[in-house]
Structures are given as C-alpha cells and as structure tokens.
C-alpha cells in the first residue's frame, strides 16, 4: 500500500482536488490504511457499475468517460465532476502529444533507429504499466 | 506500488491503472473500457480517498490524538449518507465479549440479568479481542 501511503502524506504534491489534505503530523493507523484500500476498491466496483448502467442504457458495450462522469452524478459526488474534468482534458491533451511524438519518430526513423525507436515506444507506453505492475506488492490473480 | 512523486514528470493520476483496470473488470456485464474512462475512474477514486480521509479526521475523535483511526473511517460510513455504501465493509467493532453476550441475548429471547451485565461491562476498546459486529 504504499501508494497509498504516499498519496495521503504528501500533501505537497497532491493534485487539484477538493478537500483539505491531512494535517501534517496526524498519524494514520495501520488498520486506517487498511480500511482506506477497501474502501478504494468498493469505490471502484461500484463506480464501474453504475457506469456500466448508463453504457448499457445507451446501448453501448465499452464504458466510456461520460458514463464514468454521469455515475458520479448518480453516487452523489457532483463535486468531482467539474475536476474531474479537467483533468481530462489534460490527460487527453497528454495522450495526444504522445500519438503525435510518436508519429514523428517514425517519420526521422531509418531501419537502425527504427529499431531504436521502437523500443523507446514500447518502454514509454508501457512504462507506467509495468511499473505500477512491477511495484505492486500483491498479485492480483485473473 | 509507489508512484514516484518526484523527478520532472508530474504523473497525473498516481493509483495504479492496472490494477483500477483489474478491479473494473472484475464487475460482471462490463464488457470493455475505454482509456478515458479508466483514468477517470482512477482519478475519481484518488479524490474519494482524500474525501473519506479528510472528511473522517474532520468529523472524527481521532483527531484529539492527531491520528486518523479505523473508528473515525467506520463513524464516517454509518453517520454520513455519501458514504453509507462502505457500511458494510466498515462495520463498527465491539468486544468480543460482548458479542457474545449478545447472541445470548438473542437466544433467550430478551432477558439478561442485570448482575451479570454489570459484573462482564469493560470500559476500554482493546483492539484484541475486537469482533465485527
């Protein structure tokens, strides 16, 4: 859970979001931690599921960002909606840049840097990927 | 699973997408998901933590100690109506002991004797012998 950790301690780095970090000092209990997760994980379950409603209703099968937007209306947490997006914006604006990057090192590549490339690719999609997979401490088995 | 706050990249979402994608998916009848909707998801749930955090300590008798307790998290979920979908999952702890007393209570259809109440009655919450409710 150190994710987790991290997350609620530094409040230096916390992104735009609604409520008041923690105080510094304040200690969080192991079994707090523990309790925090869950919750993050039935968050999760439940958000997805009432996103999946409004995918459904619009007879749709891949949940999308609008679906996700309008379960959080559902679950009574209006209040991240307008940060939420926002920050999809600039997540779009992010991917976009990186199609674009990568388009261009195609276009520059001969087939020595081709090569190259293509693992520089590969290590930058995947990189937050297999990190976060990478550093996970429990495996989630499929 | 840290995310790594320092460096020149200032991540957007922290919560490992893998992992929200896993937890996603293991919801029936959801088919596939879309990468706007994953990060949003884990966006959302980066702000929930903070609300449930934030809101817990506000509300919570925790704080006389500067601590975020279990009990603060667990107050948080019967007493407000955002969060009442973690009342299960939070459930409030009570000693064993008295569990106990009340199953009994239960069998015998609602007559305990006083003498015996107060001879069992324990003021403190050891967190040992805790048993869910």
């Keep these: 859970m150190a994710w987790l950790n991290w997350w609620l301690y530094s409040s230096g780095h916390q992104p735009v979001g609604l409520d008041p970090p923690l105080p510094d000092g304040v200690n969080i209990s192991k079994e707090a931690r523990s309790a925090i997760s869950r919750a993050a994980s039935v968050f999760v379950l439940y958000a997805t599921s009432c996103a999946n409603n409004f995918a459904m209703k619009g007879k749709r099968k891949t949940l999308n960002a609008g679906d996700v937007l309008s379960a959080m209306e559902e679950m009574e947490f209006q209040r991240f909606v307008a940060p939420l997006k926002e920050s999809l914006e600039v997540y779009r604006r992010e991917q976009k840049g990186k199609k674009e990057a990568r388009k261009d090192k195609d276009k520059k590549a001969d087939s020595e840097e081709q090569d190259k490339s293509r693992e520089e690719e590969n290590d930058d999609d995947d990189e937050r990927m297999e990190e976060e997979e990478q550093n996970e401490e429990e495996e989630v088995d499929n | ?133």
């Design chain 2, 1 to 133: 699973m840290a995310a790594r706050p320092s460096g020149g990249e200032n991540r957007l979402v922290s919560l490992p997408l893998s992992r929200i994608r896993v937890i996603m998916k293991s919801s029936p009848e959801v088919s596939s998901i879309n990468q706007d909707a994953l990060f949003l998801t884990a966006r959302a749930t980066e702000l929930f933590v903070q609300y449930l955090a934030s809101y817990s300590y506000k509300h919570g008798r925790g704080k006389e100690k500067r601590a975020l307790t279990y009990s603060d998290l667990s107050h948080t979920a019967e007493e407000c109506e955002t969060f009442q979908f973690l009342a299960d999952i939070l459930p409030k702890k009570i000693l064993a002991s008295k569990y106990l007393k009340m199953l009994e209570k239960e069998k015998r259809d609602g007559g305990v004797k006083e003498e015996e109440e107060e001879k069992e009655e324990e003021e403190d919450e050891s967190e040992d012998e805790d048993a869910e409710s």
